[in-house]
Every structure is written in structure tokens, then in C-alpha cells.
């Protein structure tokens, strides 16, 4: 088991007003708002948490934060149920970091700024508070093919050292943490509810033992479940990494869609990308069309952080036809084939039929070039256009060949990259 760093004194201050301790009733533990009100209080005086130990400091506190002066200090009178639920937390490895402490995560605070959590529990490694990578959220009651979906962007971030992080439920969440764990790589996962349950099991303790994976959550140890914890946990989820990433949501409904709508809302949001693909439940289309962006599946040896940062920043904003993968465009403007059957975007065999689709299919160079276009706005590379479009590189440089043959695109060197012609 992983040594318990001694909690500070703040800390202590913090928990004693904000959190549950064992069965204590005596006093209603304050809210984040009142919380937030007596934090702006303490900072307006340049004072510390644990000042408010002090009569006179928290007599005054009572009275700038508007919160009535005998609740509080019943909340700071329970030392012994502290110290008790404390010494029961780290016999199971649950750590506390508090709004106060240095290692509590920066990019909570300055994402969420208020609503950052006064309190969050822990177990594992605490260097990985420091966050980053792919959020990845989905449905609970994901289809196969979202499950390897999830599985596979886990695993492309593990094998190039990127943090996953997600929310411990089943389905998409568990997926996408056992899938980097297993390859090698690390994930946080932010709980709603169970975190003292999944400390104690044996797989966690395993990946905890290891240093490869840190549970985390802003709500008591042994709380259960419930609607309200589960969405108010999203943010903290995509507030902990670089990107966020939604396997399957459900058209205006359930927690994956609302924590991603509130994402993109945000201001300064994290970068959502969405699973594209014939397959994928209308939620999906309907996120790209508010602003998210379709996650690459071609992905060409390209590390995660590299090839996002780079869609993330091609300006190719929701609600653009630009948004769909190529093939998924060239089946909405093209009749089915005689049999019936319409290609999968989600069979490996897309990619090896680009070349013959191209041949076989006449004038499809005139319905994809607009897409090739628009995605060749700014100056980009081959490859990261490829992971855009959904197609292999090969067909791709056979449509260059042809626009720059034409006069739409143009070649730039040191990098190699091409650019639509505007002249």
C-alpha cells in the first residue's frame, strides 16, 4: 500500500465545514456555494483555511460570508469524528486533497474555477493528479463496437504515454481505463460514487500497487449512487484532460450528453471529438454539429497529443459537412449500390477498398473534392487530413494528385503540406 501523506492543516479545516464524517448528524455540512463564500472571504483577507480555528477570524467570516456563526463553528468542533473517519480512510489508501493543498489539480481550479470541488478523495499515485490526456466518456449500455472503440483510442494512447481518464462506471468508462491499463499505459478515473468499494478490489489494488492508475472523486468514500453525483462528476472528467472524447451519447438525454453539451458551452472548452460512423447513435451527430469534431480513425502512427492538437486547431467548426468522414459524405450524396448494402465506416475493410471505390465509382472525385478542399483550408499534412477524412493515405494522394493537377490545391515544402488554391 502506498504511504498516506499527513493531511495539512487547511485540509482539516476544509473537511471539517464540507465534508461527512461516520454517522454525525449534529450540523449540515456547507454546500460549494457557501463554501465558495466563505473562500472569497478568507482571500479577500489574505488569510489561510485554518485561520478560521481563530474566534475573532471566524466570527467575522460568519459575518462576510453570510453563514450563520454557531453552524460553523459546530462543523469545526468535530476533531474526534475526524480524526476517526481519517484513520479508517487510510487503512483502505484513501488520501484527501483539498482547494488549498499545492498538489490539488491546477486544471480543475483553473477550468472550473469555482465549481472545482473543495474536497477530493483519492487512492494511487498522486503525481497523476497532475492530469492530461483523452477524457473518454460514453454510454453505459455501449454496443460492441463502441466497446473496441474505446478500447482501441485507450490502447493508441497507452502505447504513446498519454493518460486516459474517464469515469469508472461500466461500459465505455471501463473499457476505455482496463484497455490503457492493460496496454501499458495509465488512467484516472473520477467516481461518482464506490470509491472506498473499488479501493478494496482486487483488480484496483493491482493498477493502484503499480502506479498506473488513480481513482478520484469529490464525494464521501462509501456514498452511493445517484443521478445528481453522476453529472455533476462530467466535469471534472474533461477538466483533467487535454481532449475529451465521446464514444456513444444518446440524442438529449443521460449524462454523457449532458456533460458533453455543457463542455462545449464552457468557455475555453476542452476539444471534444466524437465517434463518427454509420453505427454511432444520433447524439453523436448531433454534439458534431454543436461544435465537437470527428475523431480520427486513421490514424497513420501519429501520437494522440500531436494529431489533436492539430484537428483541434484546423478550424473546422461543428455543423459543416466537413465534419463527416469522407465515406460517411460520399454515402449521403451518392445512391446505395445496387445490392443494398452501403460500406461500414466501422469495418477495417473501408480502408483497403478507398482505392477501388475511387475507380469504380464515376464522378466521385467531383463529390469528395469540396471536402478535400475544406479540409485543406489551412496548410496541412497528408496524413492529418487522412485521419480527418476517414481515409487512406493512397486514395488521399490520388485526389491531390488530381487538385493539384487542376489548380485547387497547392504543395508547400519544409514540412511537406498542401493548401487549397484561393488565386
Not at 484497455?179 to 472506498?196: F, K, N, P, T, Y
Request: charged share 20%; proline share 4%; hydrophobic share 45%.
Amino acid at each position: 500500500m502506498l504511504a498516506i501523506a499527513p493531511m495539512t492543516e487547511d485540509a482539516k479545516v476544509i473537511l471539517l465545514l464540507c465534508g461527512r464524517l461516520g454517522s454525525d448528524r449534529a450540523a449540515t455540512q456547507l454546500n460549494q456555494g457557501e463554501y465558495n463564500a466563505i473562500a472569497r472571504w478568507i482571500a479577500g483577507q489574505r488569510l489561510r483555511p485554518s485561520d478560521l480555528v481563530r474566534g475573532e477570524v471566524l466570527d467575522n467570516a460568519a459575518v462576510g460570508a453570510n453563514i450563520d456563526r454557531d453552524r460553523l463553528g459546530g462543523l469545526l468542533a468535530r476533531g474526534v469524528q475526524l480524526a476517526f473517519a481519517v484513520e479508517a480512510w487510510n487503512r483502505s489508501g484513501i488520501w484527501l486533497t483539498c482547494r488549498s493543498d499545492d498538489d490539488y489539480p491546477t486544471r480543475l481550479k483553473m477550468h472550473l474555477r469555482d465549481q472545482a470541488p473543495p474536497i477530493l478523495f483519492g487512492a494511487g499515485d498522486r503525481g497523476l493528479l497532475a492530469g492530461g490526456g483523452l477524457a473518454v466518456v460514453g454510454s453505459r449500455n455501449v454496443d460492441d463496437i463502441g466497446s473496441r472503440a474505446a478500447r482501441e483510442a485507450a490502447e493508441w494512447c497507452a502505447h504513446h504515454e498519454m493518460l486516459v481518464v474517464s469515469g469508472g462506471a461500466r461500459g465505455v468508462d471501463t473499457d476505455a481505463m482496463v484497455g490503457s491499463l492493460e496496454a501499458g499505459g495509465r488512467a484516472v478515473g473520477i467516481l461518482a460514487d464506490g470509491l472506498l468499494r473499488r479501493t478494496v478490489s482486487r483488480d484496483a489494488r493491482h493498477w493502484i500497487a503499480e502506479g498506473k492508475l488513480l481513482l478520484l472523486s469529490p464525494n464521501h468514500p462509501e456514498a452511493g449512487f445517484s443521478v445528481g453525483t453522476a453529472m455533476g462528476r462530467n466535469k471534472l472528467i474533461y477538466a483533467m484532460a487535454d481532449f475529451g472524447l465521446v464514444i456513444s451519447a444518446d440524442a438529449k438525454k443521460g449524462g454523457t450528453w449532458a456533460g458533453a453539451v455543457e463542455e462545449l458551452r464552457r468557455e475555453q472548452a476542452r476539444p471534444i471529438f466524437v465517434r463518427v460512423g454509420l453505427s454511432t447513435p444520433k447524439g453523436n451527430s448531433m454534439l458534431i454539429e454543436l461544435g465537437a469534431k470527428p475523431f480520427p480513425r486513421t490514424r497513420s502512427g501519429e501520437g494522440p497529443l500531436q494529431l489533436l492538437t492539430e484537428l483541434s486547431q484546423a478550424g473546422t467548426g461543428g455543423g459543416t459537412r466537413s465534419q463527416l468522414t469522407l465515406f460517411e459524405s460520399v454515402e449521403q450524396a451518392s445512391s446505395p449500390p445496387a445490392n443494398g448494402r452501403v460500406p461500414s465506416v466501422e469495418t477495417p475493410a473501408v480502408e483497403s477498398r478507398g482505392t477501388a471505390l475511387g475507380a469504380q465509382a464515376p464522378g466521385l472525385y467531383e463529390v469528395v473534392l469540396p471536402l478535400v478542399l475544406a479540409a485543406f483550408a489551412q496548410a496541412r499534412s497528408v496524413q492529418s487530413v487522412a485521419s480527418q477524412l476517414d481515409v487512406s493515405q493512397v486514395q488521399l494522394n490520388a485526389w491531390i494528385k488530381r487538385a493539384l493537377a487542376d489548380g485547387r490545391l497547392k504543395r508547400l515544402a519544409k514540412p511537406v503540406r498542401y493548401m487549397a488554391n484561393r488565386d
